[in-house]
Each structure stands twice: as C-alpha cells, then as structure tokens.
C-alpha cells in the first residue's frame, strides 16, 4: 500500500482552523473535497475545496460531541462524483494535548468511511481529527483503520506533519552547516535535508540556484534542461569549466550537484513543457522555475496551481539595445495556491507565449514585424546579476520551510540594479482566474486535468 498524505495550501489551513475552532468552545467539522496525485512512491490527496458544516445539519453538537444529519453527507457525495474529488472528513477536538481519535469517532467513522467508499468507488477517502496544536489522520482499510503519512502544508510557510507515529529519525548534522544551524536549529537543517527540489533550467540562473541549495544541504534533485553547454554559457554556469563545452546541462549540474553532497539527484534532459516531464515532478516539494520564455514558465505556473506545489520563478531583464546598459533588473516570485499567479500578475506575456509557440520562421516574421522585441536572439545577461535574482530566489524558498528571514518574505519582489534596491509588488489575482481563481481556476485538480499538450 503507498503511503497516503493530505495536501492543503497553508492560507486555505489557517481558514479551516478558524472555522474549526470557534469561541464557544465546541466542536466543529467540515469535509475537504479532494484532487490527487498519483506516483508511484506515493498518493496524494490535494485539497481543492473546504465543505464546512452549517449550523443547521448539526443534530447534536457540544464541547465533545458532533452529529451531523445525513443530508450534509449526500450533499458530500454529489459533489464529489460531479466534480470527481474524494472526500476527507475533519473534526475538531477541544483539547490542548496530542490529537486522538476517540470510540465515538471510530464507531461513527467506520460506518460513514465504509458508506462513503461504496458510493465513491473511484475516490480515496480518509479523515483528519484536529487540535489546536496537533492533528491526526487515518483512512479505512478492510474494516480496519491505517494511519495516513502525513499532512503537508503547501504555501507560505510550508511544513509537513507526520502522523501514525512516522516521526522522522533526526539526521546528524555535519559540521560543515555549523553556521547554519545557528541560525533556524537542527531541526530546520534536517528538513532541508529531507526536501526534494526540482529546478527547471539550469543556464545562468538556474546552476545558481542549484549551487546554493546544495551547498545549504539539500540532497534530493530533479534537475530538468534540455541543452547542450556552449562556450558562452561557461562564463555564467556554476560548476561548468571549458572543457564542458558540448556536454549536457544536467549531466554537468549533477555530476557537479554529487560534489557538493548531493545524495539523489534525477537528471532529465528534456523540454520544460512535455506533459510527462511535468508528471515526474510531483514528487518534489518545491521547485524554482529558472527558464528565460514565457510558455515554459506559464506551463509552470499552471504546474504549481495544479499540484499545490509551490514554485519559485525567478526573471531578469538588461536592455542593451542602444549599445550599453539603460535598464537591468529582475524578479522574484513565489506561486502557487493562495500566492502569486504569473499570469494575473502579468509576469508572463499572452503574445509572447503565441509568438514562442510558433515556428522559427513564423516567429521571426513576427519579430521583423515589430510585434514580439527580441524573440529570436539571445538576451544579455552577466553572472552577477545572475546571482544576485538567485539568492533572493533560494532565500525565498528556504523561507517557506525554516524561516531563515525572521517572518514571511514578500510574495513579489523586483530587484533594480540601477539602484540597488529590492522591493517587494503585490500580486494580482483576477475574478474568475482559469489558474488561480478557487472556483473556476487548477488548485488540487491533480491527475484528473493535463497540464501541458506537449508530450
């Protein structure tokens, strides 16, 4: 059996919780409507949408006893078959100490578990008991209740909590992060040490990227790249030297990543926007976008949105046009379910992802044309500027974890290297949104919808 794990954006978990645990004191619940995804290491359940109980389908309901009336429950499974979601019950437990599921939970639950699973052959359904400082969580399996892996947080901040006694063994911690662990602890190192981080691109940028991951202790890779390195690349691609010339991207980033103690590392030669490609990033737990066009990074956005899945994309800009430098800047940007959305935020351009779309001659006609600047031709860039967008880019995604900052980084940060200042933008999000908008946009739709039409 793989291990199963519930997935809930961390601004939809503080919405729960408010609503669970109310100030007169009594018990409450709601049932979370669920996408999934499918590995093969492992189930996730991704919460798209939170059914809260009204008052009214309460038929009994005090400081340690919850009836709820059947209709609500019908109600659960229509919405579940016409939106082909599956089910996870939550409660509320009034206690201060370790969740625990009570006899009255597991005689309720192993009716309404097994009734609910006849009616949703195709769903996986599981439940969640809450305190407000711990949390359980269980599914039923012939007849019998099996401790669900865990509950993750996805967004800002992002954390995973373990259930069915699963506490994870500490991992001794090297010397070598000393400095580190006096700033966010053991605990923290080892959760980087257990992260899984995807990058995609891995040019000026994203060789950054990876470079300080590693060298933070990060030890599990999916590195993904589809070029080859050329001689004008060596002088911006960390671990790189000339005779890497010709060779693979990511061959190179790993044998390089391996060096630095890198443990688990999956090198994927291969285009950013093939759907199957996509499918091997599930497993990650953070992913820093590092591409330099439009269609890969809305591909991406849509990616995060859909899987709960947060991600880091980072861009750069010099204009050289006239001969020397009169703009160069960059930007940072975290997305994903309740953070930012590239596409409302107007990060990415709808005549740019057309014109890259398009095929070489077509794409050029429409440069000479006037319509997409610079389509064709590579655009400037220097390591230090590089640099500069990548370490704000990893800070922001460890912060998400270990709170290296002291608080929550801005979801949207410019750089301006003119000035030297850094900035943080609110994001956008637009009513009605087919990416981020929580009734007709991607979040926790998982496996039921493709990603990209690129294979």
Known sequence: M????????????????????????????????????????????????????????????????????????????TRSLIDKLSPVLVHSHRVEGEARYSPSDDFGEQRLLGVLASLLPDATTASLVLTPRSAAGRQLLARSFAAIAALRLSGNPSRTINFGGASQTAIKVSERFDRQVRAFGEEGQNTLARLHVGIVGTGGIGSVVAEQLARAGITSFTIVDNDRIEDSNVSRLFGTELGDVGKSKVATLARHLRRLGAKRITALDRTAISQSLLLALRTCDLIFCCVDNDRARAVLSRFAHQYLIPMIDHGTRLDGRLGHITAAAGRVSIVGSGLTCLRCSHHVNPERIRAESMEPAERAALAREGYVMGISEPAPAVVSINTVVGGLGVTAGLNLFVNLTGGGQPLDQIYDARTGSVFPVTPLHEVGCDICDDTTGLKGLGDSQVVSAYD
């Open 2 to 77: 793989k291990p199963l794990s519930v997935v809930i954006s961390s601004e939809d978990w503080t919405a729960l919780n408010t609503r669970l645990f109310t100030a007169d004191g009594n018990e409450n619940a709601a049932v979370l409507l669920c996408g999934a995804s499918d590995t093969a290491a492992e189930r996730r359940l991704l919460v798209r949408q939170i059914m809260h109980v009204p008052g009214a389908a309460y038929v009994a309901r005090n400081a340690v006893h919850l009836e709820i009336a059947p209709s609500f429950y019908n109600n659960v499974v």
